[in-house]
């Protein structure tokens, strides 16, 4: 009898709380999207290509981003036709006309950074990685201020001191 008293008190004490505990989990993640507005609907397709290479130009690795939010606003237009360069083609398909952009976006690491977070990977300003987990696009207007246009959760890489991470957009566009 004690033995089954035994049992039941440890499965009232250990297992039912980790079972409701599991039930209500939940995820959640604080990402500030802003005024960004899904992508699904939109007359834009975007997709980017990060490569992270070390200070030597060796290659770390590659990573794929598929753009899931964006900035609907008509500086997303004005920034894409702002440069000939970024056209690469327009064409035809299934009646639409649609243009390919293709944007160049290059991001150089600090050796040693101005200031020391306190999140883990930063014990030392200049022995240091940071984990990447969001891919953006972001212009500046003729004011100086600063526009998030696309965005992508998508992966997790590492950078560290002198990394340089280049990342190529590809925007697919209905006109």
């Avoid at 959640?28 to 992270?52: C, E, P, Q």
């Avoid at 083609?89 to 293709?102: A, C, F, P």
Wanted: with cysteine; aromatic share 12%; proline share 4%.
């Amino acid at each position: 009898m004690k033995i089954k008293i035994l049992y039941i008190t440890l499965f009232l004490i250990f297992i039912i709380p980790f079972s409701i505990s599991i039930v209500n989990a939940q995820l959640y993640v604080d990402v500030s999207v802003g005024d960004m507005d899904d992508i699904d609907d939109s007359k834009y397709r975007a997709t980017g290509l990060n490569v992270v290479r070390n200070a030597e130009g060796e290659l770390i690795s590659v990573v794929r981003v598929d753009a899931t939010r964006y900035l609907d606003d008509p500086i997303v237009d004005k920034f894409l036709n702002s440069d000939p360069k970024n056209m690469i083609k327009t064409g035809m398909i299934q009646e639409q006309s649609v243009s390919l952009y293709r944007i160049e976006a290059v991001y150089n690491y600090h050796e040693c950074l101005p200031e020391l977070f306190e999140v883990p990977g930063y014990f030392d300003s200049c022995i240091w990685y940071h984990r990447a987990f969001v891919t953006m696009l972001g212009v500046n207007d003729p004011d100086g201020e600063r526009h998030e246009i696309f965005r992508g959760l998508n992966h997790g890489f590492t950078v560290k001191p002198l990394d340089v991470v280049t990342t190529y957009w590809d925007i697919i566009t209905r006109n």
